[in-house]
């Protein structure tokens, strides 16, 4: 599989080391607004061809999928540039700004025939298959609530204080919470009640959410680009609880029982850069004749959005044009 890179930044050279350590897939070029920046990026990362133009780099017949890094805020019109132009494209976390874009995105992924995928690593590890082995083995009991953080000093990052860039914690932090969640809750969710500090520039700088279920069952969530935090995932059940080592790319699962003792420790299979399993699962679904691989499909994609917009309602978070 030949992979075109849509933007030339810090996330898009770690897809270009992954897809060039693979075998069946390959970084065959880069594109960027800045022709030398592109040109540079490609050397560096031994990419046979770099763009100065993103219209230019979708139009190249050798390309098969494209990866789009840029800011969530051009993550709509940058996949609907990769559809129109007869690409599978897979993006970057968040899909979209708000779930109106993704419906939008998902909608044309189907008239096309092509793939759109999010590109939300967590959804595609083998310890997401690992921890549901783990909690339908009933080690822990039944699981009642559970608790993750994810918290990053990145206040000082442009896109994470620009409301043009689809700034905030919650669309660069939050969606992983969230995805932890739904993966191991899923999405029958009663309601959510959350609260926020804002940056003076209008979007999160950190929040607290508590999901409540339908059958009684409590997600605790945190998300804080002002601190470093632990990035811990704990499951709670009544014969004992698990923690997830890292929920951003979980590194081992640690089972512990009622006297606070681990019983069981399960690690993370080895990985290039844990984003090899996405470009699998691209590979896989086009294989398929799929616009959605099953890891990460359409529903799930708008719903997440959907909780996000429900959140940001809350706060009175709006980005520019919605």
């Given at each position: 599989m030949n992979i075109g890179i849509l933007g030339a930044?810090?996330?898009?050279?770690?897809?270009?080391i992954t897809a060039n350590k693979m075998d069946g897939a390959a970084a065959c070029a880069v594109?960027?607004?800045?022709?030398?920046?592109?040109?540079?990026?490609?050397?560096?990362?031994?990419i046979e061809k770099a763009y100065g133009s993103y219209d230019d780099m979708v139009r190249d017949s050798n390309i098969d999928l494209v990866y789009v890094a840029t800011p969530h805020s051009h993550h709509y019109e940058h996949m609907?540039?990769?559809?129109?132009?007869?690409?599978?494209?897979?993006?970057?976390?968040?899909f979209t700004l708000n779930a109106a874009q993704a419906e939008e995105i998902c909608a044309l992924a189907r008239q096309k025939g092509l793939l759109a995928a999010e590109a939300i690593w967590t959804r595609y590890l083998p310890i997401r298959t690992i921890l549901?082995?783990?909690?339908?083995?009933?080690?822990?009991g039944t699981p009642?609530?559970?608790?993750?953080?994810?918290?990053?000093?990145?206040?000082?990052?442009?896109?994470l204080v620009n409301p043009a860039l689809g700034g905030g914690a919650l669309l660069d932090l939050g969606v992983?919470?969230?995805?932890?969640?739904?993966?191991v809750f899923g999405n029958d969710i009663k309601n959510i009640t959350s609260s926020a500090v804002l940056?003076?520039?209008?979007?999160?700088?950190?929040?607290?959410?508590?999901?409540?279920?339908?059958?009684?069952?409590?997600?605790?969530?945190?998300?804080?680009?002002?601190?470093?935090?632990?990035?811990?995932?704990?499951?709670?059940?009544?014969?004992?609880?698990?923690?997830?080592?890292?929920?951003n790319n979980c590194e081992k699962l640690l089972v512990y029982d009622l006297e606070?003792?681990?019983?069981?420790?399960?690690?993370?299979?080895?990985?290039i850069t844990g984003f090899e399993y996405e470009i699998l699962a691209c590979q896989r679904a086009i294989a398929a004749g799929a616009v959605e691989c099953p890891e990460m499909p359409h529903a799930e994609i708008i719903r997440v959005m959907g909780i996000m917009d429900s959140l940001r309602k809350q706060w009175g978070v709006v980005y520019p044009g919605e």
């Amino acid at each position: 599989m030949n992979i075109g890179i849509l933007g030339a930044g810090h996330i898009a050279k770690k897809m270009a080391i992954t897809a060039n350590k693979m075998d069946g897939a390959a970084a065959c070029a880069v594109a960027s607004r800045d022709a030398s920046k592109a040109a540079s990026f490609a050397k560096e990362y031994c990419i046979e061809k770099a763009y100065g133009s993103y219209d230019d780099m979708v139009r190249d017949s050798n390309i098969d999928l494209v990866y789009v890094a840029t800011p969530h805020s051009h993550h709509y019109e940058h996949m609907k540039l990769c559809l129109n132009n007869g690409k599978h494209v897979l993006c970057e976390k968040a899909f979209t700004l708000n779930a109106a874009q993704a419906e939008e995105i998902c909608a044309l992924a189907r008239q096309k025939g092509l793939l759109a995928a999010e590109a939300i690593w967590t959804r595609y590890l083998p310890i997401r298959t690992i921890l549901n082995e783990v909690l339908a083995s009933g080690i822990i009991g039944t699981p009642s609530s559970l608790t993750a953080n994810l918290c990053h000093v990145v206040n000082t990052k442009e896109r994470l204080v620009n409301p043009a860039l689809g700034g905030g914690a919650l669309l660069d932090l939050g969606v992983y919470t969230i995805n932890f969640a739904l993966m191991v809750f899923g999405n029958d969710i009663k309601n959510i009640t959350s609260s926020a500090v804002l940056f003076d520039t209008g979007v999160d700088a950190q929040e607290s959410m508590c999901f409540i279920y339908n059958d009684g069952k409590m997600a605790v969530l945190h998300n804080s680009a002002l601190a470093k935090g632990d990035r811990r995932g704990m499951i709670y059940g009544d014969r004992g609880f698990i923690e997830a080592v890292n929920i951003n790319n979980c590194e081992k699962l640690l089972v512990y029982d009622l006297e606070h003792n681990i019983v069981k420790t399960y690690d993370a299979p080895a990985q290039i850069t844990g984003f090899e399993y996405e470009i699998l699962a691209c590979q896989r679904a086009i294989a398929a004749g799929a616009v959605e691989c099953p890891e990460m499909p359409h529903a799930e994609i708008i719903r997440v959005m959907g909780i996000m917009d429900s959140l940001r309602k809350q706060w009175g978070v709006v980005y520019p044009g919605e």
